[in-house]
């Protein structure tokens, strides 16, 4: 699901990774 990338894209950005 396309969706799922977009979270772990989001969860990136908060952690800074």
Known sequence: MH???I???SVC???RC
């Open 13 to 15: 950005i908060i952690i």
């Open 3 to 5: 969706w799922m990338l």
């Open 7 to 9: 979270l772990v894209t």
